[in-house]
């Protein structure tokens, strides 16, 4: 089964997906951990993705289709569950064709959506391990030493991207470039939609209840 979460910033989109991921045996693709790690190893992509990440700005659409398609075909034994892509409807056009492309289909699209109010709590709250990629928060999650990650002890960040300035931004860009594929996707087979507010647990059941229906 392959699985498509689309949904604002902040969602719960990692944070589902990785639980998901590890429930159905799904390779979790997600296209900003795919960039993040661009941006850490210096490569050209990451010098050229910085930029617009750091500046909530959509990283152009020729470069994040040419990854998607290399994480896609890399493994195509396995179902695979997509997480950030696609942001846009020019990017959902060109992943239609290269599912075509590579006989492959999506069974299940779901939309998370929650009040901004709580995704601005949820972003500016969060914090990511160093070493290990593992997420906190601050309030929800909060790891129990200040700081340190209770899984490898690496050193807890703040993400570039979750000050509150650029996430005004990032909630534009989505508002603009991310919502239309609600229409886009609404009247395709397998198209669900979830409250994703409330509780992470009670969030994966729901989830749950609508990738198994
Ligand atoms: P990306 O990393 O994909 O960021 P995003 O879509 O803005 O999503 P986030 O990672 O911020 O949020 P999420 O929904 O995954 O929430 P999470 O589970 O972490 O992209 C970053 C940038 O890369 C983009 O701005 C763009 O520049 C570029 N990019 C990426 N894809 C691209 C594309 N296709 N095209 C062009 N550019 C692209 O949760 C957030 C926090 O809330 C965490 O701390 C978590 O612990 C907490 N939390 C989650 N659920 C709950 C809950 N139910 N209750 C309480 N706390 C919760």
Known sequence: MNILLFGPPGVGKGTQGVRLAKTYGLRHLAMGDVLRSAVR???????????????????????VVGLIEECIAGDRGKDFLLDGFPRNVAQAESLDSMLDRLQL??????????????????????????????????????????????????????????????????????QQQTRPLLAYYARQPGFAEIDASGAMDEVFERLKQVVSG
């Open 105 to 174: 289909k999506l069974d299940r699209i779901v939309f998370m959506d929650a009040p901004e109010e709580e995704l601005l709590k949820r972003l500016t709250g969060r914090l990511i391990c160093r070493a290990c990629g593992f997420g906190f928060h601050r309030h929800y999650s909060p790891p129990q030493k200040s700081g340190i990650c209770d899984h490898c002890g690496g050193e807890l960040y703040q993400r570039e991207d979750d000050r509150e300035e650029v996430i005004a931004d990032r909630l534009r860009v989505y």
């Open 41 to 63: 190893d210096g490569t050209p992509i990451g010098k050229k993705a910085k930029t617009f990440m750091d500046a909530g700005e959509l990283v152009p659409d020729e470069v």
